[in-house]
């Protein structure tokens, strides 16, 4: 790789960093295999960085999102939930802290239930921010199919948490 290139990838990298662990661990749940996730995607955008370097996100986005969809079916089925999550009773913080950590915790929680399409858009969509258009784009699919499963989604998201959904996922307006 030449030096103006390798520069720019390091700059890259260190810029975004933490945005990409960020959506790879609300994609997986889990911090190990998110920097896996985010590795995998750099040494691919790497090898392509001449082509990528104006613009590499949605690269480096799709690429961390197909990875995890590939993981997933790889190992599903071999993977052990808990009814609790260990230590959450004895949260440090105060009441409001707690009950923070432990609506972040069902968050996680149920974000995991999601099916992997349907936590891809999901985070893309509401995390990440992107519009339909953009999540299609990224997902490889229509922009109906990101509807779709944007609502699937949140519907399943609303059932699994409904202490949380108004202040989580509000309903849709104009719709009843």
């Known amino acids: 790789m030449r030096a103006d290139l390798r520069e720019s990838f390091g700059a ?3 810029a975004r960093r933490d945005h990409l662990l960020r959506t790879a ?4 749940g889990d911090h190990a295999q998110a920097e896996d996730l985010v590795q995998a995607a750099l040494v691919s955008a790497a090898s392509r960085w001449s082509r990528l370097a104006d613009d590499p996100e949605a690269y480096v986005r799709r690429s961390i999102v197909n990875q995890h969809v590939s993981w997933w079916r790889r190992h599903r089925g071999r993977t052990c939930t808990v009814a609790e999550v260990p230590g959450t009773a004895h949260a440090a913080g105060g009441q409001d802290e707690t009950q923070r950590i432990e609506d972040s915790l069902s968050l996680a929680a149920a974000l995991s239930a999601l099916a992997p399409r349907q936590r891809a858009v999901v985070v893309l969509r509401f995390f990440e921010d992107l519009d339909v258009a953009a999540t299609a784009e990224a997902l490889g699919c229509s922009t109906g199919t990101v509807k779709s499963q944007t609502s699937d989604a949140l519907r399943r998201l609303r059932s699994l948490l409904p202490a949380l959904a108004p202040e989580l996922v ?5 719709r009843t």
């Not at 661990?25 to 997986?28: F, K, R």
């Not at 509000?170 to 104009?174: C, I, L, M, R, T």
């Open 12 to 14: 890259y990298v260190t």
């Open 25 to 28: 661990y609300l994609l997986c």
């Open 170 to 174: 509000p309903e849709p307006k104009g």
